[in-house]
């Protein structure tokens, strides 16, 4: 299992970082994803730019506090959550990714994989915000 953790602190009110990255309707602001379809309250797929379909399933939604979910697609499957924390600075997002390759020879560049997209959400994200004020 490969383990990848990315931690942001944000300007911005909890609640505007919130709505924001669990909006499953408006992902215009993604930079790394072309779709994402909705299956129920629990299940969606993002199709990435080049064309992976990974399923997510909600395992946990506490408003304001954590988000987290299953992930499954053609070359790996796993974990994330992210976590949120009111400050005086904003809002600090602690965002953990754990993963399973299912192919051996990704195995070498799976930790630098996450780390990217982790950084481009995180850009996507903050660029977002800026937008929103």
Excluded: H
């Excluded at 602001?29 to 072309?34: A, E, K, T, V």
């Excluded at 299912?102 to 195995?107: D, G, I, L, N, T």
């Amino acid at each position: 299992m490969t383990v990848s953790t990315i931690k942001k602190v944000f300007p911005y009110p909890i609640q505007q970082v919130w709505n924001l990255m669990t909006s499953l309707d408006t992902y215009a602001w993604r930079s790394d994803i072309s779709e994402i379809k909705v299956f129920n309250d629990q299940k969606f797929q993002e199709r990435s730019l080049d064309g992976i379909t990974t399923t997510f399933t909600i395992t946990k939604k506490e408003p304001y506090r954590v988000y987290a979910f299953s992930i499954e697609n053609k070359n790996m499957s796993g974990s994330w959550e992210g976590c949120l924390y009111d400050t005086d600075a904003g809002t600090q997002v602690i965002f953990t990714e754990e993963v399973r390759v299912k192919k051996f020879y990704m195995k070498p560049f799976i930790k630098g994989f996450l780390q990217k997209q982790q950084e481009t959400y995180m850009q996507d994200l903050a660029n977002a915000l800026d937008k929103q004020g």
